[in-house]
């Protein structure tokens, strides 16, 4: 397992935007498919987006995803927040993706990073 490690979170004005990052402190399986979920409050993670290792993406809303294999590293580029994508945002790795991503499930992503806090402020 390689650790993840969630970075950009903090707090914005709706309208505003953030990338958040994910960092993998090594080599990954060249074919996993990385997720970005999200949890708000009082509500059950929920995938965000995610993108393959062959860059197919999907994507909720507002937000892009992209991934630069040659640093191990996977964005989640958000526009125009608004107060309900304030949450705790999560990158994931499915290991066992061959090339596709298998869906949107949290529970088919075994590797997680700890976590970056967004906040959006009306």
């Known amino acids: 397992q390689v650790p993840l490690v969630e970075s950009g979170g903090g707090r914005v004005h709706a309208g505003e935007s953030l990338r958040l990052s994910c960092a993998a402190s090594g080599d990954i399986y060249s074919r996993s498919c990385m997720g970005w979920f999200r949890r708000a409050p009082g509500k059950e993670r929920e995938r965000v987006a995610s993108i393959s290792s062959i860059g197919g993406t999907t994507v909720k809303g507002r937000f892009t995803v992209s991934r630069d294999n040659a640093k191990n590293t996977w964005y989640l580029q958000m526009s125009d927040l608004k107060p309900e994508d304030t949450g705790i945002y999560y990158c994931?790795?499915?290991?066992?993706?061959?090339?596709?991503?298998?869906?949107?499930?949290?529970?088919?992503?075994?590797?997680w990073g700890p976590g970056t806090e967004v906040t959006v402020s009306s």
């Open positions: 994931a790795e499915d290991s066992r993706a061959e090339g596709q991503c298998r869906g949107g499930e949290a529970s088919l992503f075994q590797y």
